[in-house]
């Protein structure tokens, strides 16, 4: 079956630092990448997807790119502030909506 | 336009009870999908409806259920609660055509505790 490998939290850094966060999976047929990101006490949010080989999804200066040769779908950020602390959440949806999700990272941010 | 919203937000209930949490989609949004979010398993995937008929359900004993409504509002139902269904459980919507990929929208979740 399908499943999401992601890298264990939580990933430390101060303000401004290079993040990358660090997503493999398995699959058949053709997936759709997702990263979603969870606030304290909050529902998942959308970050980012992309649907085919080579997209880069990118929003709010988070990117990932889909790498079918190397099933992965790295998230990363130039320059993190502390209002990205959160955990994130790297997935993937084979067919229809529904997802299959990784463990999840934590990313803490001091400034 | 309105995003998911899920009630109620926080609910404590006794081993054995059973529970009713209730979903309500973006407008204009026919698939609702839930999932059960824990510390040991992470999120998985419940059950997914779209236009009141279950289209994909994940491995979850039959303790849990679901049914959506003409309106596409969704309910899930667990019945004799065990410690272990202590979870947030998520709700999430999308348009939900038929050999289309949507990206899901989160509710903010029911905290459901089981003492």
């Known amino acids: 079956g399908d499943s999401v490998t992601q890298m264990e939290g939580p990933v430390t850094l101060s303000e401004e630092a290079f993040l990358t966060i660090n997503c493999t999976y398995t699959a058949t047929g053709y997936p759709s990448l997702f990263w979603y990101v969870q606030y304290p006490g909050e529902g998942l949010q959308l970050l980012l997807k992309a649907t085919k080989a080579d997209d880069k999804g990118s929003n709010k200066g988070f990117e990932a790119t889909y790498r079918k040769e190397t099933t992965s779908f790295h998230l990363e950020k130039g320059s993190v502030q502390v209002s990205d602390s959160a955990v994130y959440f790297c997935?993937?949806?084979?067919?229809?909506?529904?997802?299959?999700f990784g463990k999840g990272t934590m990313l803490l941010v001091s400034p | 336009k309105a995003g998911v919203t899920q009630t109620p937000r926080y609910l404590i209930k006794t081993r054995g009870q059973q529970v009713t949490l209730s979903c309500s989609p973006i407008s204009g949004h026919r698939s609702v999908s839930w999932y059960q979010q824990t510390p040991g398993q992470g999120l998985q995937f419940l059950f997914e409806?779209?236009?009141?008929?279950?289209?994909n359900k994940g491995n979850f004993p039959g303790r849990f259920s679901g049914r959506q409504f003409s309106n596409s509002r969704s309910e899930m139902n667990v019945s004799t609660l065990e410690l272990g269904d202590s979870a947030l459980y998520l709700c999430?919507?999308?348009?939900?055509?038929?050999?289309?990929?949507?990206?899901?929208?989160f509710g903010p979740g029911t905290r459901l505790t089981v003492t």
């Open positions: 997935a993937l949806t084979s067919g229809y909506s529904t997802l299959t």
């Open positions: 999430a919507s999308n348009p939900g055509s038929p050999g289309m990929t949507y990206e899901q929208y």
């Open positions: 409806y779209f236009s009141e008929t279950q289209r």
